[in-house]
């Protein structure tokens, strides 16, 4: 049990402690000498809180403490070989149905050959159940039921077919954590005091707001309603009202769901904000300390609640196991340390979780209006996938449908989206872990050029406008919604474009296509080592990929910035790939360069 009383360094030993510090270091841009190095860490709790009191909100070490003592068990220290497993060979592709393609599922199935021919593996399906459309399906009126816009029961088994026939997976989205305000145990909930579903959700009676959580898309995460003199919460839209995980009937509902869908053939589910199910039930203020760091006051309630572990782990034994059914979770605001405790083969919860660190550089949240360095990518993957994984596994992705295009964050012109978009397809396959690629990054898809707040739909951005306007001039109110609209991920896909990519010889998809099958003609890839080379480097990203005993071995260089560089690959190695012609022919690398050699052990 950690007080007021542990020291700095004991804190940083677990692992939740580890990641909430590396997370205010990051939000901070300070660097992580500061906590790490011995007087800082032999400093007691309660000594900080009085260094820091003009800064540091009375409770916040309190909050902290809490949080941390919740999971008094953390997964064991004993690095052990990969057990092989489909989803650490496969490649994902993600699929944002409203954008994909028109026609919906039978869209998608026509679509299946072209995915089989550019390499997938497996299909993450984003929410294609019935829905109002508030947050594009994340808000679901009904799970068992397809929205007639995408399709009906019948295209959905055709598409498990037709995957299953190409020896390809389809993992569903999950949405755990709400539903929409319009399905019927919302409804029927609202509406009566006795429904059997009213403790499915958070109620709370009284005039006062029960607590100052807000909201992830603007404003209070209570939504009140005069008639039935109740507040409701929603930690997103006013339309995606919280579960309420406490209640074992409910619970039991979720999983006989789960089960019901993967009875018909599905293969997993990626969890929609999966580490947010648990909320202490008393409903606490929030630390204004963390909510002004954060953004979201109340985070350090629900983002690792109470009961949490608890819940993942009935949750994979009651629906998953008996399916042997793949799970990744989506986990916003933890870390690499926490990521374990999810991943841990021995905790039997999660195969995998999405790690958000990499998507900004220190210092800056998704609306900052700012150029992306690529080289942070270096820091950022020699810190995480360096790391012990413990039985635990990676994810590897650049992108989704909620996130502006890495390419226009790092390259906003666009003088170098073609080399750069190779470059990372080159890591994201060749790093250690499981690429999952989002639709358009085959094709180098970039952001859109919004001129007005008139052309944005999406609920999170039109929720934060005007929270915006409030403080800034409208100008500059647009400025930050441009930087961090989710809407330039869920433009339609340019298929022209695409099809031109795939005739033409040296195009990114080109370079996906041979890059998935260089990663499927060897598996040092999948389950080799990983170490980095060069470490004091700043321009370049170098790694060898060997697996003990095959005898197959590679280095990978990469140049994460827009000038030449001068290349370390070893004398004699066999360039094997790159995204620029004549690879490996000189000891210069271009901008954003990147090769791959074949090397002897
Ligand atoms: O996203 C959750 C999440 O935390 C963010 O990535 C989210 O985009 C938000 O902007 C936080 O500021 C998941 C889904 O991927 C997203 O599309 C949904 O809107 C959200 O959950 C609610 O279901």
């Known amino acids: 049990m950690l007080t007021l009383q542990s020291k700095l360094r004991e804190v940083r030993a677990h692992p939740i402690g580890s990641d909430i510090i590396d997370k205010l270091l990051l939000l901070m841009n300070l660097p992580s000498w500061l906590i790490d190095n011995p007087i800082a860490g032999g400093m007691s709790l309660n000594t900080l809180r009085i260094l820091t009191g003009r800064v540091v909100s009375p409770g916040f070490f309190e909050a902290v403490l809490k949080v941390l003592n919740s999971e008094p068990e953390v997964p064991v220290d004993t690095p052990v070989q990969p057990a092989p497993a489909w989803w650490k060979e496969a490649v994902f592709y993600q699929i944002y149905p409203l954008s994909f393609v028109e026609g919906g599922l039978r869209g998608i199935l026509s679509k299946l050959d072209y995915l089989h021919e550019l390499g997938v593996d497996a299909v993450w399906l984003s929410p294609v159940y019935d829905s109002p459309g508030d947050d594009n399906g994340y808000d679901v009126r009904d799970y068992y039921t397809i929205l007639p816009k995408f399709g009906s029961m019948d295209d959905m088994d055709a598409l498990i077919a037709g995957l299953h026939e190409r020896g390809m997976k389809l993992v569903m989205d999950l949405v755990l ?10 409804q029927s909930a609202l509406k009566d005091k006795a429904s059997p579903y009213r403790d499915f959700y958070f109620f709370r009676e009284g005039t006062a707001t029960p607590n100052n959580w807000t909201s992830f898309f603007g404003g209070s995460a209570w939504k009140r309603y005069d008639e039935q003199g109740v507040w409701a919460l929603h930690l997103f839209s006013k339309k995606q009202m919280d579960l309420n995980w406490a209640c074992p009937e409910l619970r039991q509902e979720l999983y006989k769901m789960a089960r019901w869908w993967l009875s018909k053939g599905v293969d997993g589910f990626r969890l929609d904000v ?7 039930g008393e409903m606490p203020d929030g630390d204004p300390f963390i909510g ?14 109470p009961r949490l572990h608890e819940y993942l782990e009935e949750l994979r034994a009651e629906a998953f196991e008996p399916f042997e059914a793949f799970s990744v979770g989506e986990t916003p605001g933890i870390g690499i340390k926490m990521s374990r405790m999810f991943t841990d083969v021995y905790r039997r919860q999660l195969d995998l979780v999405f790690l958000f660190d990499h998507l900004e550089t220190p210092g800056h949240t998704r609306f900052d209006d700012y150029r992306y360095k690529a080289t942070y990518l270096k820091r950022f993957y020699t810190k995480h996938l360096n790391a012990d994984l413990g039985h635990g596994w990676n994810a590897l992705f650049f992108n989704n449908h909620d996130n502006p295009r890495m390419i226009s964050k790092i390259d906003p012109e666009g003088q170098y989206a073609e080399p750069l978009a190779k470059m990372l397809a080159l890591l994201q396959l060749t790093l250690r872990g499981t690429p999952f690629l989002y639709q358009g990054d085959e094709a180098a898809a970039r952001n859109q050029r919004f001129t007005s707040i008139d052309q944005i739909q999406d609920v999170e951005s039109l929720g934060l406008y005007p929270e915006l306007l409030k403080t800034m001039p409208p100008e500059d109110a647009f400025k930050r919604i441009l930087a961090g609209t989710r809407d330039h991920a869920r433009a339609p896909l340019d298929w022209a ?26 598996q040092a890839w999948i389950y080799g080592d990983l170490e980095f080379l060069y470490p004091k480097d700043k321009h370049l990203l170098c790694y060898r990929r060997r697996l003990i005993p095959s005898g197959d071995g590679f280095y990978v260089e990469a140049n994460l910035t827009p000038k030449k560089c001068a290349s370390h690959a070893p004398n004699g190695a066999q360039a094997l790939l790159g995204n620029y012609e004549g690879v490996g022919k000189t000891r210069v690398l271009r901008p954003y360069e990147g090769c791959i050699y074949k090397v002897s052990q």
């Open 177 to 186: 954590n709400h539903t929409s305000d319009e399905h019927m145990w919302y």
């Open 497 to 522: 474009e695409i099809e031109r990519q795939r005739g033409g010889a040296d195009s990114v998809w080109r370079f996906y296509q041979e890059l998935i099958a260089l990663r499927r003609s060897s």
């Open 274 to 280: 999966v580490n947010l199910i648990s909320k202490p």
């Open 292 to 305: 002004a760091l954060t953004g979201y006051i109340g985070a350090e309630h629900f983002f690792h609640g």
